[in-house]
C-alpha cells in the first residue's frame, strides 16, 4: 500500500474537509485523551480500510463503505484522467480526494463531480502532466466513522508518435522503465502472495491486473524449463598498451537479449559494453510499453453497456462494441472482477469486437452497477432487478427470457463490420506510409555499402567454423580455402591468394544443451594492422599450435577504420528501421487473424530464402554467399544432415531470461578500442564488415491462428488454421515436441487450411500446441476436462415423462461418469428434495436413485437432477405425472338455448383430469317435482348436450359425470332449467341503404337484442313506396332470408322506397323494426362540390360559429348537396374529428368543446346520395378565445384601504373582464408578493389571501391585469395593525400662568405604526364629565389654556390608530382646592391574589390514525389567565380560517373537527395558546390509513 508522508499544509485543512460531527468526534478524543474509540476493519472490497468511531453503532447506521473504488489510471501527457468511486452508507457520506505529493486546490485541474444518476463521485484531472503523476486518496466520511482506499496515476509521454519507429529506439537514456517491464516488479511478483498482487500492480502503476497474471503464469512455467545462459569473454590486458597495470587480468562483458544477428567482433571495454547492454535494455522496454500503448490506448466504445430492467429468474445481457479487437476485456461489478462461469458467460465475437456479459437467472443480489473496461477506457451501467409481474404457481416453469437493454438497439453486427473495415483501411495507410520509408531506407543503405567496398581490402580471407552438438560434426569454411572435419578425419581445400586483415571471433551458444563454436579465421593484411579508433595497437595471437606472429603497424589507416564505424552507425540505425517494420506487418497480420504468430517468426520474414551474407574479394573478384553456401551443402550431404543454408541465419528469440555472457576462455584478443571513444556511443554497433541485405517475399501469412480448445476426456477435439497459401506445409508440436500421425492422432491438410484431429481425448493430450509453417507459428492451448455425464440410455429412458397411478411409488435410476467427486442433487419444480419419509435418495460413484413413496397427485411436476464436479455440471428433466381419478365437471351450466322444444346448456370441463384426457360425459335428468332420474346415456368427451325431449313451459335439473381411464368422477348437479314458451324474437334495428341502383337496392341489418330463448331460423324484408300504406313481402313467404342483407330487385326506377324487417325464431315471426329511410331506385348520384364562403362569425374559449354558402348544382358533374359535416383539427394533430355525426341541414354550425387558448382548424364538407364532396378548409386557424378586450376591473366597490388586525386573514378579492385571457400579477410595494402568500385565479376573478396575517404584511398591494391588447392595475392599502398600547408617564409643567403643559412618554407602538396619534382630555373638579381638549396630535405634549385657579384639574392621554384606541395614562392632580374635613375610617388592608398565569396544555393532543372518507376529532384542555388565544396550525400553515377544518373553543377544550379525511389532510397538527403573560404549544401528528 502506499504511505502518504507528512504535510503540515495538509495537516491544517484536514479538518476542513470533514463534517462538523465528525470534526466534533476528533475534538472530543484528542482532548479526553480516548485514543481507543476507533475500530479499524478491512472492507469487503479489497483495498479499504474502514474506521469505525464507536463500538456499537446505533439501529439504521452505517459506517461508510466503497462499493467501488478508484481505479488505477494510466495516460498520456496532455489527456484527461478519470477517478470514479461509489460509496454507501448511513448518514450519506461526505467523500473528498487528496494526494500524496500535493493539494487539489487548483479548481480548473482538478474537478470533483457527483453523477446522481449512478451515484457515482468523480474526480476529473484536465490536462495532466509529469507533476500530477501521483498516489491518489479517496476518504468517505460519515458520522460513524470513514473508509479510505488508494490509487495511482501513471503518466504515459505524449511526445511519442506510434508512427515514428526510429524515435521508439532513440529515448533518452535517463527514462527508465517501469510498470510491467521493470524486472523489480516481475521479482516481486513471483515471490508474492496472491493477496498482495493489487497492491504491488498499484504501487508500479499497472493497471491490467488480468493481463499481468497471465503473463506471471506464462513466466512461471518458463522458469523450469529455460535456464540462464551466460558466455563470458574474457582476455589478458596488455600492461604497456591499458591504463590497467596488471598482467592477466581478466574483464567479464554481459550481453543481454542475445540473437543471432549479433554475430561479429567485440572490440572495446567492458565497462562501455556494460552500459551498451544496459540502455538495450531500456529501449526494448520502452519500446515494448509504446507499442503496448499504441494498440491499447486507441481502443475506445462504439457502443458502450445501457441499463438493463429485467425481471427475477430472467436473463440478462450486456453488449458492447469497440473501435479495436481485443480477445478479451475485463467485466466488473461493483469493482469485483467477473470470470466465466455458471452465473457469468462471459462471449466474444470472431472479429472481438463485439464483446458480451450474460448475467444467468437474475436475482435481487445480482442488482449494481456493471463496468467493461478496455485497457484505460471502461463504461459503466446499471442492472436493476424487479419482481416478477405474473409469478407462476404452476407445475411448469415460466420460459426464461433475456432482457437487452431499452430502447432500440442498433445491429452490433454492422456496426462491427463497418468498424473492422474502418480499421482495416487505416492499417492499411500505415502500412503504405512505412513502406514510403522502408523503400528510402534501403536507397541510403545501398549507398552505405557502396562506401564499404573501399575499406574492405583487395584480399580477405574468412574461416567459420561450425560444430553441431547433435552429430559432432565440425565444419570449416575459408573463401581461399575450406576445411571439414569429421571426429579426427581433417579434409581440406586450398586456394591462392593474398592475406588481407586479421581478424579472429570466437562465440559460444547454449541452446538445448548443445554447443556451438562460430570462429572467423585470420584474416591478415600484408605489411599493415588494422587499427580501431584511430589508436596503435600491437597483438600477439597465437595459432592452433599456440605460435605467436607479431602484425606490422600503419599510422594511416585509423581513418579507413572510422570510416567504416560510421558505415556502420548507418547500417545499424536503417537495420534499427527495419525492425520496427516487421512489427507493423505483425500489427496487420494480427488483424487479419494471425494473432499468435511471435516475434521469432516475424524477425524471419525479412531474412526468408537469404543467407547471412559476408562480402568478401580476391585478385578475381569477388565470390558470393551462394557459391559458399553450395560448398557448405556438398560437404554435409556425405553425413546425410542435409540443411537449407538459406534459411540458417534467421533472427532468433531473445534467450528466456534476455541474458548470454562469453567465456574468455575458448578465445583471447587483445585489440583494444579508444575508450573516450566508445563512450560517446550508448547504442549498440555491429563491429565487423557490412553484410549487404535485401528485401524478400514475405512469406506465408496466417488468416486465422489456433484457439484455445475445451476437449471432453474420452471424445475427440479438433484445431485447425488456416494459411494465406495452399502449398505450405507445416509442423504440429505438443509442448515443444513435434507431433506425428498415428492411429489416434490425425494430421491434415486441405488447400490453406491445416487440422489437427484426436480422436479419442485422454489427459495426456492436453497441453500447449503449436503450429510452424515457413516460419509464422500459432500457439493455443487444449484443455481435457471431464465433466459428469449421464449414461445415453439412461439418460434416454430418464427423460421420457413417467406415469404412475395415486399411492405407488415412482422410481429414477441414472448411471454417470465423471471425475471424482461428483455431487448429485434432484429438484421436484424447482426445489431441491431432501431424504424424508416419502422421498429417499440413494447416492453412489456411478449411479443414484430417487425414490417417491405413495405418490399423490399433487406429486405431478417436473424432476431435475443436477450433477457437477470440479470440470463441469450437467442436468436432466424429466415429467413425473401421478394418474387418478378426474375432479367433477365445473359449473354452473350455461343455458345456450331455451325454446318450447329444446333445452340446450354447456358446462366445463373437470379442473383436474387426473393425467388423463376426458373420454365421455354421463347425464341423468330429473323433471323438478318428481323424485326420479332419468339416465341420458353417454355422450362424447364435449362439455355441451342438447335435449330435445322437453315439454313446454316444465323445469329439469342434469347430473353429470367425467369419465377417463382411471375411472368416474363424482357428480356435478346443475341448476333449474325452463323449456322455453311461446317467445317471440324482438325488433332488428332499422334498415341500412347500402346501394342504390335503378333495378336493385341493397339493404342490410343488425340482429335484434332479444331472441326471444331461441336460436334465429332467419328474416322477413318488407318494403313500401312513399305515399302507400300498404307494406309488401319483398321475400317469398316460405323462403326466409337467412343472411342480413339483401338485394332487393322488385323495384321501379324513380320511385321512392322504405323497408322494415323482422326475425323468425322456433316460435314465429317476430315484431316488425322501424322503417329505413326513404332511398330512390335510380343509380348513384355525383358527390358535391366544395361549399363556398367559409368563415367563421362568433369565437369564445370553447365554442365558435361557422357559416357557409351552399355548393353550387352542376349536372352530370356535381349534384345537389343534401347535408354537411363540420370537421375540426387542433394544430398539434394530424387526424381531424367530425363535430356533427349525422348531415346538418342548415349552412351554419356551433362547435362547442373547444379548448381555452387552442388553435383549431376548420373545414366543411357538403354530402348527398352520391357521398362526400371536396373538404372546404378555412385559409388560417382559429384561435379559441373571444374579440379582444382590454382588461377592465367590473366591481366598482372595491376598497382601496383596508385595516386588518394582525392574526386575523387578508383577503383581496378583483373582479374583471379580459379577452384573451390574462397574465395576473400580484405585487407589494412593487416587489413580488412572498410565498406564504396564496394567489387563486378563476375566470373572471383574482383573490389573495393571507391566512394568518402579521404588522409586515403592511403595504399596498396591487394586481396587474396584462394580456395582449393592454393592462389594467388596481392597487389596495393593507395595514395590519392591533390595538394600541397606552402612552407613557404623563408630567405637567407650568410655563405660563393660566396654562398647563401636558406632556407624555410615547406608545411603544409609535415606531411601527406610523398613522398612530394621541387624545388628550381633562377632568374639572367643578365638573364630573371628562372633555376632550385635543385630538390628533402627533407630538409628545399640549398646552391647555384657561386653566383657573383654585381647582384641581385631572389630564388623561389616549393613543390612537385605525384600529381603535388604549387605555389612558393619567397625569397628577394639578392646582389646590381647599377641602372639607371628613371622617376618616381606616379600613384593614387586604392583599389581592394574583390569579394570572401563562398558559398550559393540561390535556394535551394525542397521535390519530383516521381512515379515508371518514370524520377526525382531535381536542386538548389549555388553562391560563387571561384567557388564551387558539390558534391552529397543519404543517406550519393556520388553519383557522379554513372550511375544511371546524375548531371550536369552550371553557378551554380546544376542538377540531375534520368532517371528510383525505390523503391531503395527512401532517402535523399543532395549537399554540398564547395572551399576555406567555405562549405555549402541542402536536400531534394524523395518518390516514386506506
Known amino acids: 500500500m502506499w504511505t502518504r508522508g507528512k504535510n503540515p499544509g495538509q495537516l491544517a485543512t484536514r479538518s476542513s474537509r470533514f463534517s462538523l460531527v465528525h470534526q466534533y468526534i476528533l475534538r472530543f478524543n484528542e482532548v479526553s485523551g480516548n485514543k481507543s474509540a476507533a475500530i479499524r476493519r478491512r472492507s469487503k472490497t479489497p483495498g479499504v480500510m474502514i474506521t469505525q468511531y464507536a463500538a456499537i453503532l446505533p439501529e439504521d447506521k452505517s459506517t461508510p463503505d466503497f462499493q467501488c473504488k478508484p481505479m488505477p489510471v494510466t495516460v498520456k501527457e496532455g489527456n484527461l484522467a478519470i477517478f470514479k468511486a461509489v460509496v454507501t452508507g448511513d448518514p450519506k457520506p461526505d467523500v473528498s480526494w487528496r494526494r500524496a505529493k500535493g493539494n487539489l486546490a487548483d479548481k480548473e485541474k482538478f474537478q470533483k463531480k ?443 589507416h585509423g581513418s579507413n577504420v572510422s570510416n567504416i564505424q560510421q558505415d556502420q552507425e548507418a547500417e545499424h540505425d536503417v537495420t534499427e528501421f527495419i525492425d520496427q517494420w516487421d512489427d507493423v506487418v505483425q500489427q496487420l497480420n494480427q488483424f487479419r487473424g494471425n494473432m499468435n504468430c511471435n516475434k521469432s517468426a516475424r524477425n524471419q520474414q525479412k531474412t526468408n530464402n537469404a543467407d547471412w551474407k559476408e562480402q568478401a574479394s580476391d585478385s578475381n573478384g569477388q565470390v558470393s554467399d551462394d557459391e559458399l553456401n553450395t560448398e557448405e551443402i556438398k560437404d554435409s550431404a556425405d553425413r546425410g544432415k542435409y540443411q537449407q543454408s538459406l534459411k540458417q541465419n534467421k533472427k532468433s528469440q531473445h534467450a528466456a531470461n534476455g541474458k548470454c555472457v562469453f567465456p574468455g576462455e575458448h578465445g583471447e584478443c587483445d585489440k583494444t578500442e579508444n575508450v573516450n571513444h566508445s563512450a560517446n556511443h550508448t547504442r549498440r554497433k555491429r563491429q565487423g564488415l557490412l553484410v549487404t541485405d535485401s528485401l524478400t517475399d514475405p512469406g506465408v501469412q496466417f488468416i486465422w491462428g489456433l484457439s484455445d480448445v475445451d476437449a471432453i476426456i474420452h471424445e475427440s477435439a479438433e484445431l485447425m488454421c488456416k494459411l494465406s497459401r495452399e502449398d505450405r506445409e507445416g509442423v504440429w508440436f505438443r509442448d515443444g515436441k513435434q507431433i506425428y500421425p498415428d492411429d489416434n492422432v490425425s494430421i491434415t491438410m486441405n488447400g490453406p487450411i491445416h487440422k489437427l484431429v484426436i480422436m479419442k481425448c485422454s489427459e495426456d493430450n492436453s497441453g500447449k500446441y503449436r503450429f510452424e509453417a515457413d516460419g509464422r507459428k500459432t500457439e493455443a492451448m487444449l484443455s481435457i476436462r471431464d465433466p459428469p455425464r449421464f449414461d445415453p440410455e439412461d439418460l434416454s429412458a430418464f427423460t421420457r415423462p413417467l406415469a404412475v397411478k395415486v399411492g405407488h411409488n415412482a422410481t429414477y435410476k441414472l448411471q454417470f461418469i465423471g471425475h471424482k467427486p461428483i455431487k448429485v442433487q434432484w429438484y421436484k419444480d424447482g426445489d431441491e428434495l431432501k431424504d424424508d419419509n416419502s422421498t429417499m435418495i440413494e447416492r453412489s460413484a456411478s449411479h443414484t436413485r430417487l425414490l417417491l413413496s405413495r405418490c399423490q397427485r399433487r406429486d405431478t411436476g417436473e424432476i431435475k437432477i443436477k450433477i457437477k464436479n470440479d470440470h463441469g455440471f450437467t442436468e436432466a428433466v424429466s415429467q413425473l405425472v401421478v394418474l387418478d381419478k378426474p375432479s367433477p365437471p365445473l359449473g354452473p351450466a350455461e343455458v345456450t338455448e331455451s325454446s318450447a322444444l329444446c333445452i340446450e346448456f354447456k358446462w366445463r370441463p373437470p379442473k383436474d383430469d387426473g393425467g388423463s384426457p376426458v373420454t365421455n360425459y354421463i347425464l341423468e335428468r330429473q323433471q323438478v317435482g318428481r323424485n326420479t332420474w332419468k339416465k341420458m346415456g353417454e355422450i362424447p368427451g364435449v362439455p355441451i348436450y342438447r335435449d330435445t325431449d322437453v315439454d313446454r313451459g316444465r323445469k329439469y335439473c342434469y347430473r353429470i359425470w367425467a369419465v377417463t381411464s382411471e375411472g368416474m368422477s363424482e357428480v356435478m348437479e346443475t341448476d333449474e332449467m325452463q323449456a322455453g314458451k311461446f317467445a317471440f324474437p324482438g325488433p332488428p334495428a332499422p334498415p341500412k341503404v347500402v346501394s342504390a341502383f335503378n333495378d336493385c337496392i341493397n339493404i342490410s341489418w343488425s340482429s335484434p337484442s332479444s331472441t326471444g330463448g331461441s336460436r334465429l331460423l332467419g328474416y322477413i324484408l318488407e318494403k313500401r313506396k312513399q305515399g302507400s300504406n300498404l307494406w309488401t313481402c319483398v321475400n317469398a313467404p316460405d323462403e326466409i332470408i337467412k343472411e342480413k342483407k339483401y338485394a332487393v330487385k322488385d323495384v321501379v326506377e324513380g320511385i321512392e322506397y322504405e323497408f322494415r324487417v323482422c326475425a323468425v325464431n322456433l316460435s314465429g315471426a317476430g315484431e316488425f323494426s322501424n322503417a329505413s329511410e326513404f332511398v330512390f331506385a335510380r343509380d348513384p348520384k355525383k358527390p358535391p362540390g366544395k361549399v363556398t364562403g367559409l368563415k367563421v362569425t362568433e369565437t369564445s374559449y370553447s365554442n365558435m360559429v361557422v357559416t357557409w354558402t351552399k355548393p353550387e348544382d352542376k349536372p352530370g358533374i356535381q349534384d345537389e348537396a343534401k347535408g354537411y359535416f363540420v370537421e375540426i383539427r387542433r394544430a398539434d394533430c394530424i ?356
Open 114 to 556: 457527483y453523477d446522481e444518476s449512478t451515484g457515482e463521485h468523480i474526480l476529473e484531472i484536465h490536462k495532466v502532466s509529469a507533476e500530477e503523476a501521483d498516489t491518489y486518496k479517496c476518504y468517505a466520511v460519515n458520522e460513524c466513522g470513514k473508509a479510505v482506499c488508494t490509487t495511482t496515476l501513471s503518466i504515459v509521454d505524449g511526445s511519442t508518435i506510434p508512427e515514428d519507429f526510429r524515435k521508439l529506439l532513440k529515448k533518452s537514456k535517463a527514462q527508465t522503465a517501469g510498470g510491467d517491464n521493470d524486472e523489480t516488479f516481475w521479482d516481486a511478483m513471483m515471490n508474492a502472495d496472491k493477496r498482495d498482487y493489487e497492491s504491488i500492480c498499484s504501487e508500479y502503476g499497472v493497471a491490467d491486473l488480468n493481463t499481468i497474471l497471465k503473463k506471471l503464469e506464462e513466466k512461471r512455467n518458463q522458469k523450469g524449463k529455460n535456464k540462464q545462459k551466460d558466455v563470458i569473454i574474457s582476455y589478458d590486458n596488455d600492461a604497456k598498451k591499458q591504463d590497467i597495470q596488471s598482467l592477466g587480468k581478466k574483464n567479464y562483458i554481459r550481453n543481454e537479449g542475445t540473437v543471432q544477428h549479433d554475430t561479429g567482433i567485440y572490440i572495446g571495454d567492458v565497462e562501455e559494453a556494460n552500459r551498451h547492454n544496459r540502455h538495450l535494455t531500456l529501449v526494448n522496454a520502452e519500446k515494448d510499453l509504446l507499442l503496448t500503448e499504441f494498440k491499447i490506448s486507441n481502443v475506445d466504445f462504439v457502443i458502450k453497456i445501457q441499463e438493463i430492467k429485467a425481471e427475477e429468474s430472467d436473463d440478462a445481457l450486456f453488449e458492447c462494441v469497440l473501435t479495436h479487437p481485443l480477445p478479451k476485456i475485463t467485466w466488473m461489478r461493483k469493482g469485483v472482477l467477473l470470470e466465466d462461469g455458471e452465473k457469468c458467460n462471459i462471449t466474444v465475437s470472431d472479429n472481438r469486437l463485439i464483446h458480451r456479459l450474460l448475467i444467468k437467472d437474475c436475482t435481487k443480489l445480482d442488482k449494481g452497477i456493471y463496468s467493461a473496461v478496455a485497457g484505460i477506457i471502461s463504461c459503466s451501467a446499471w442492472l436493476v432487478v424487479e419482481d416478477q409481474r405474473n409469478p407462476t404457481g404452476d407445475a411448469k416453469k415460466a420460459i426464461r427470457k433475456t432482457a437487452k437493454a431499452a430502447g432500440v438497439q442498433a445491429d452490433l453486427e454492422k456496426v462491427a463490420k463497418e468498424q473492422q473495415i474502418k480499421i482495416q483501411g487505416e492499417m492499411e495507410k500505415i502500412l503504405k506510409a512505412v513502406k514510403e520509408k522502408y523503400s528510402e531506407a534501403e536507397k541510403l543503405k545501398g549507398e552505405i555499402l557502396t562506401r564499404g567496398d573501399d575499406c574492405s581490402g583487395s584480399d580477405k580471407r574468412n574461416k567459420t567454423q561450425r560444430k553441431n552438438t547433435k552429430d559432432g560434426t565440425v565444419t570449416t569454411s575459408e573463401d581461399n580455402g575450406c576445411i571439414t572435419e569429421d571426429g579426427d578425419l581433417k579434409k581440406k581445400k586450398q586456394t591462392k591468394g593474398q592475406a588481407g586483415c586479421n581478424l579472429t571471433s570466437e562465440r559460444k551458444i547454449m541452446k538445448d544443451g548443445a554447443l556451438t563454436t562460430f570462429e572467423d579465421c585470420d584474416v591478415t593484411r600484408e605489411g599493415e594492422q588494422m587499427r580501431a579508433g584511430g589508436l596503435k595497437k600491437e597483438k600477439q595471437r597465437t595459432t592452433q599450435a599456440g605460435e605467436p606472429f607479431e602484425d606490422s603497424q600503419d599510422p594511416g
Open 1135 to 1490: 387526424e381531424w374529428c367530425r363535430c356533427n355525426s349525422s348531415p346538418v341541414i342548415m349552412t351554419s354550425f356551433n362547435v362547442k368543446g373547444l379548448k381555452s387558448m387552442d388553435m383549431y382548424w376548420v373545414r366543411v364538407i357538403a354530402i348527398n346520395d352520391g357521398g362526400e364532396g371536396t373538404p372546404e378548409e378555412l385559409p388560417n386557424y382559429i384561435l379559441a378565445m373571444p374579440l379582444p378586450v382590454r382588461p377592465r376591473f367590473t366591481n366598482n366597490k372595491m376598497k382601496s384601504f383596508m385595516v386588518v388586525r394582525a392574526g386575523n386573514s387578508v383577503r383581496i378579492t378583483v373582479n374583471f373582464e379580459a379577452s384573451p385571457w390574462p397574465e395576473i400579477t400580484w405585487l407589494k410595494d412593487n416587489v413580488p408578493v412572498m410565498k406564504r402568500v396564496t394567489i387563486s385565479n378563476s375566470d373572471g376573478s383574482s383573490q389573495l389571501l393571507i391566512p394568518t396575517s402579521e404588522r409586515l404584511d403592511s403595504g399596498i398591494y396591487s394586481v396587474l391585469v396584462k394580456n395582449i391588447v393592454g393592462q389594467e392595475t388596481f392597487s389596495t392599502e393593507v395595514r395590519v395593525t392591533d390595538d394600541p398600547k397606552p402612552p407613557g408617564p404623563v408630567e405637567l409643567e407650568e410655563s405660563v400662568p393660566g396654562t398647563v403643559t401636558v406632556i407624555w412618554q410615547p406608545s411603544p407602538d409609535e415606531k411601527r405604526d406610523d398613522r398612530l396619534h394621541y387624545t388628550v382630555s381633562k377632568l374639572e373638579s367643578t365638573k364630573h364629565t371628562w372633555t376632550t381638549v385635543a385630538d390628533r396630535l402627533f407630538n409628545n405634549r399640549f398646552t391647555v389654556c384657561n386653566i383657573m385657579q383654585g381647582r384641581e384639574y385631572h389630564f388623561r392621554v389616549y393613543a390612537k390608530n385605525d384600529m381603535g384606541i388604549s387605555a389612558p395614562s393619567e397625569s397628577p392632580i394639578w392646582g389646590m382646592e381647599k377641602k372639607k374635613e371628613k371622617m376618616v375610617i381606616t379600613e384593614p388592608s387586604r392583599k389581592d391574589c394574583d390569579l394570572r398565569c401563562t398558559p398550559s396544555f393540561i390535556v394535551p393532543l394525542k397521535p390519530q390514525t383516521a381512515t379515508v372518507g371518514y370524520e377526525c376529532y382531535m381536542s386538548c384542555a389549555v388553562k391560563g389567565d387571561p384567557a388564551a388565544r387558539i390558534t391552529w396550525y397543519r404543517n406550519h400553515v393556520s388553519i383557522n380560517t379554513d372550511t375544511n377544518y371546524y375548531v371550536s373553543n369552550t371553557c378551554g377544550v380546544c376542538s377540531l373537527l375534520i368532517l371528510r379525511v383525505g390523503p391531503k389532510d395527512v401532517g402535523e397538527y399543532k395549537v399554540v395558546a398564547d395572551n399576555s403573560l406567555g405562549r405555549a404549544e402541542c402536536s400531534t401528528v394524523l395518518s390516514v390509513r386506506e
